[in-house]
């Protein structure tokens, strides 16, 4: 009930950017949608934690309503950073992805039932590794759409102050990705199964998001590479940050697969 | 610093590092979409509607054991080379420099993820596991004559029958220490010097006890043979054959067994206990808990311990950095 009443906000938000973008008018009204959207999905993880007595990041669902909360919260942390020159167009893009998982976790072909967790997702490094893999994607998904509004416009100076939030946003997810996703999960693996690193799909995905983030943190050293070659990447990195999360499950399955 | 011929200065090129990265991303992404480790048969199997080439091509690229084949190492060591190169380089450069603000940082980051290369490379050769099924008082040996004995083996469920916990309760012996009790659980290894004891598998089994007719017992547990002057029967397992319910101690089971005829299973037979099978008497009949543990020894946790606390550290200096600069412009 909770996540449908957070679906709707997402499709007030997404209506009241359209018209906006539209008209060409400030977006007064969607970034507290998203705030408080992203805090009924966190506020239906808390009950779904309390009713099983466990930290609810277990399942896909579970997965998708806190990244959708994530990217919400981003999204208006964004706004309170930039106000009056938040750019309609990146809230618009941002909440189209959050609007798709939401879209996702509501399908008939994701299990909703609350369920305690199995032993062995019953870890301490369990909660870090999945609550800073969201974190940190969360921030890819802000690239991704500031990389989507760098692609869609013409004026030059906008295209380099997209530049520079791409990178921004980048630069901070890519060290909570690196920890979260990459290092606390080698960690948990190494207390649960005996080895940091089993080359499964999940894992293996989950390095190549993060090689593609180092390649483009890197291009962007080298003074001849273009910006809309980062910008690609940008887009490339989010593209397997989505198909780690979501593609491995059902079509490379593996230890992660739950 | 003197600038070096323009082939080795590429080795220090952040150029090559990019060049690098790409072709790890491309070649592992390939990898990723093929199963690995299987037989020559499987792969045949499971790319049947292709063309031959593409199972020969698997197999001849390494792709089929892609993270342990020459595609993968010769990059990812030309990586390791040239990310020493530049830590270095870039290390060297900052401390003679001029300049206020330096940023080690992203050297710890470097350095850490160059030892935890080296930890990986020292566990790839080094890693030893081994696995093994217990029930209540078996044993194993480990090294430096410590015996560890399995002294009860629990496991809990919820409601609704999905597995809680399994706990494996543990007596360690050993000639210069005092006897120890210790719990093993999921994501709660035991820790022995370098080796670790990992709770991996519980199982229900069925348990029978056979005599022979010199009066010999033979224990037989799932799939165990038992084999008879007349025949071979493979144990499959316990049917309970009266009303009570399963698992309750009233009730009565009759062992299940296959004959084996040239190799293969056949005709179903099955006994109750005090019936003989070709002279064989079935004397009781049980279920038991068994355990698997896993043993590891690996002598490359170290150094990924030691690059994952310098990648952590190097993380958070170079961020702190970041903010402080931020705040002071």
């Known amino acids: 009930m909770i996540a449908a009443i957070s679906f709707c906000l997402l499709i007030i938000a997404l209506i009241s950017q359209v018209i906006l973008i539209l008209i060409k008018k400030r977006d007064p009204i969607s970034p507290f949608l998203l705030a408080f959207s992203a805090l009924l999905l966190i506020t239906e993880t808390v009950i779904r934690s309390i009713q099983i007595g466990f930290p609810a990041l277990t399942n896909t669902f579970e997965g998708l309503i806190f990244f959708s909360a994530m990217i919400n919260l981003v999204l208006f942390i964004y706004y309170l950073k930039m106000k009056d020159k938040t750019i309609t167009y990146v809230l618009f893009f941002g909440t189209m992805v959050s609007f798709i998982l939401l879209a996702l976790a509501s399908s008939p072909v994701i299990p909703k039932e609350v369920k305690p967790p199995i032993p062995a997702l019953q870890s301490a490094w369990l909660i870090l590794h999945v609550t800073l893999s969201f974190i940190g994607e969360a921030f890819f998904a802000f690239s991704f759409a500031v990389s989507i509004y760098y692609i869609v416009i013409k004026d030059e100076e906008k295209k380099k102050e997209a530049d520079r939030l791409i990178y921004r946003a980048i630069a901070l997810g890519y060290p909570i990705f690196g920890a979260g996703g990459l290092i606390f999960g080698a960690i948990w693996a190494q207390y649960a199964w005996g080895r940091f690193w089993s080359w499964d799909p999940k894992e293996t995905f989950a390095l190549l998001t993060w090689l593609v983030y180092t390649l483009y943190l890197h291009l962007r050293l080298v003074k001849k590479v273009k910006t809309v070659t980062t910008v690609i990447v940008a887009i490339i990195g989010f593209l397997f940050t989505l198909f780690t999360f979501l593609g491995v499950n059902y079509l490379l399955p593996g230890l992660h697969s739950y | ?329």
């Open chain 2, 1 to 329: 610093m003197k600038k070096l011929p323009a082939p080795l200065h590429f080795f220090f090129s952040v150029r090559l590092a990019i060049l690098l990265i790409v072709i790890l991303i491309s070649l592992s992404l390939i990898a990723a979409f093929i199963p690995q480790n299987l037989t020559l048969a499987e792969y045949q199997k499971l790319y049947a509607h292709t063309p031959d080439i593409i199972v020969m091509l698997i197999f001849r690229l390494g792709l089929h054991r892609f993270f342990r084949s020459v595609l993968f190492f010769v990059p990812a060591g030309l990586f390791f080379i040239n990310l020493t190169l530049c830590t270095v380089d870039r290390f060297f450069r900052q401390l003679t420099s001029g300049t206020r603000k330096k940023r080690f940082g992203p050297d710890i980051v470097h350095l850490g993820l160059m030892i935890l290369l080296i930890g990986g490379l020292v566990s790839l050769f080094t890693r030893n596991e081994d696995f093994a099924w217990l029930s209540r008082g078996d044993q194993v040996r480990l090294p430096g004559n410590r015996i560890i004995t399995v002294e009860s083996i629990e496991y809990l469920n919820y409601a609704d029958g999905r597995p809680m916990d399994y706990l494996t309760r543990v007596r360690i012996t050993g000639p210069d220490e005092q006897p120890g009790e210790f719990t093993i659980e999921v994501n709660k290894p035991l820790t022995i010097g370098f080796i670790m004891i990992y709770q991996n598998s519980y199982q229900e089994r069925f348990l029978i006890e056979v005599k022979d007719p010199a009066g010999k017992i033979i224990k037989l547990t799932n799939r165990q043979e038992l084999k008879t002057p007349e025949g071979s029967y493979l144990f499959k397992a316990l049917r309970p054959i009266n009303k009570e319910e399963p698992g309750s101690s009233s009730v009565e089971y009759a062992a299940v067994f296959d004959r084996i005829s040239r190799g293969e299973p056949g005709n179903s037979v099955e006994i109750t206990a005090g019936k003989s099978l070709d002279g064989y008497l079935l004397q009781e009949t049980s279920q038991i808990a068994v355990t698997g543990l896993s043993f590891v020894r690996d002598y490359g946790i170290i150094p990924v311990w030691i690059g994952i606390i310098l990648l952590l550290s190097g993380l958070c200096w170079t961020y702190i950095q970041k903010i402080g600069e931020n705040n002071n412009q």
